[in-house]
């Protein structure tokens, strides 16, 4: 991500299905810790991941404007320390990075979430509240921007896609790697094609 994509992110004012706002508050704080767990496991479920803005203020309006993060509650985040805690609920593992950024004289920080690497994560234990229940898989949901456990099977199979896709694409992947090769439906269309020129000729 560039400085100015991440700038665009705090400028779009709006939560979205990749993209939810936070108010300035402190990692040692264990509810908004969980939260931010939380919609660490939902957006690794949806397709490209998303972000969390830390330092967004919302509105009467439901609208969000840049507030900035404190510095007290910016040097209680710490990537590896996220990173450990949140291992203690993610099964199997998330990626995410933590990025700081400064934007018209204010500080963000802004958490980058990765979708799943092979199969949908799960939340493997409870949390100290109702934010985190074992055995729940969350996503976001597409009629409002918020972290929800999975409701029902739209969501699951939308879930089921991105694995499924991410499955043929490390079939394919392994049979390359020992040399076996397997047509695709559009290498057979070709190949179907080139013969039918050919009688023509």
Do not use: H
Not at 27 to 44: H, N, P, Q, V, Y
Not at 129 to 156: C, D, F, H, W
């Amino acid at each position: 991500m560039t400085e100015q994509e991440l700038v665009e992110i705090i400028k779009l004012g709006r939560e979205e299905q990749n993209i939810e706002y936070k108010s300035s508050m402190p990692w040692t704080d264990t509810g908004f810790a969980e939260k931010i767990i939380r919609t660490i496991l939902s957006m690794s479920n949806i397709r490209d991941g998303g972000f969390i803005l830390i330092g967004m203020e919302e509105q009467d309006d439901g609208s969000y404007v840049p507030a900035g993060i404190s510095s007290t509650d910016k040097a209680t985040f710490n990537e590896d320390n996220m990173a450990d805690k949140t291992s203690e609920f993610a099964d199997p593992y998330v990626n995410f990075y933590l990025w700081p950024l400064a934007y018209d004289g204010k500080e963000f920080l802004i958490v980058q979430v990765n979708e799943f690497d092979e199969i949908p994560v799960i939340c493997k234990k409870d949390g100290t509240t109702t934010n985190l229940v074992r055995g729940k898989m969350y996503t976001r949901s597409r009629r409002k921007p918020e972290s929800i456990a999975v409701p029902g099977q739209t969501e699951m199979r939308e879930i089921l896609d991105v694995a499924i896709e991410k499955g043929i694409r490390k079939f394919f992947s392994r049979t390359a790697r020992i040399g076996i090769e397997v047509e695709t439906p559009d290498s057979i269309n070709e190949n179907k094609f080139d013969e039918q020129i050919k009688d023509l000729s």
